[in-house]
């Protein structure tokens, strides 16, 4: 249960960091000034002293970016932060423009974007993970179908928590095999189709909604 409660919360930061509400260089300097940011990601375009974009954070749950920046620029002074104006020093990273996108792979456990609990998604993500190499027999899939869960299905870890070796729901009682468990062949498969899903969930703009949704119950 811990496992996945961590899982989940690091999921949430990084599909909310990664899709940031926009707003001027401006308001990125008022929000410094203030002492508000709290974390600040660079994304560098490949060359020194280029920046691709700019997203900062005002709490772990509310992200945004300065809009605008599609084409590597040099570093203006509005997106820099100046210490002499700055009222609290945020963390800042840079990161290449690549890091900030989601793969056919999983990266998403090892670039969660808040230092308190990057470190606590990544012992989860691998302790799942040799929990499953553990696991003798799987109720629901081989485990070959498993490790294409966890690394091309994106959340594969996520669901064998919830599912293996029993229902989260159904409590500490025995369960039954599931009547046809995956193959690897079929893994791999249901683990294409996943990876899709997430994919198209993460262009819609939805987790966009979502952070929208946050800020306004966060005003009342």
């Not at 820099?80 to 056919?104: E, H, L, N, Q």
Request: net charge positive.
């Amino acid at each position: 249960m811990i496992l996945l409660v961590v899982l989940l919360w690091g999921g949430l930061l990084t599909v909310l960091s990664a899709n940031p509400r926009d707003r001027s260089a401006a308001d990125f300097q008022a929000a410094l000034r203030a002492g508000q940011v709290t974390y600040v990601i660079y994304e560098h375009g490949g060359e020194d002293g280029d920046v691709r974009g700019l997203r900062w954070s005002t709490g772990s749950l509310f992200w945004y970016r300065v809009k605008g920046l599609t084409e590597p620029t040099r570093r203006r002074p509005d997106l820099m932060i100046d210490p002499g104006t700055t009222a609290s020093r945020p963390v800042v990273r840079w990161v290449s423009s690549k890091d900030a996108r989601f793969g056919p792979f999983p990266n998403w456990p090892f670039k969660v974007p808040v230092p308190s609990v990057d470190w606590l998604v990544k012992v989860a993500w691998i302790a799942a993970f040799v929990i499953m190499i553990g696991t003798a027999r799987p109720r629901l899939g081989s485990r070959w179908a498993w490790f294409w869960l966890f690394t091309i299905g994106e959340i594969g870890a996520i669901l064998f928590l919830f599912f293996e070796p029993r229902a989260l729901w159904r409590g500490l009682g025995p369960q039954e095999p599931a009547p046809r468990r995956m193959s690897g062949r079929y893994g791999c498969l249901a683990a294409i189709g996943l990876n899709w899903l997430v994919l198209a969930l993460f262009y819609s703009g939805l987790f966009g909604g979502v952070q929208a949704l946050l800020e306004v119950l966060n005003r009342s």
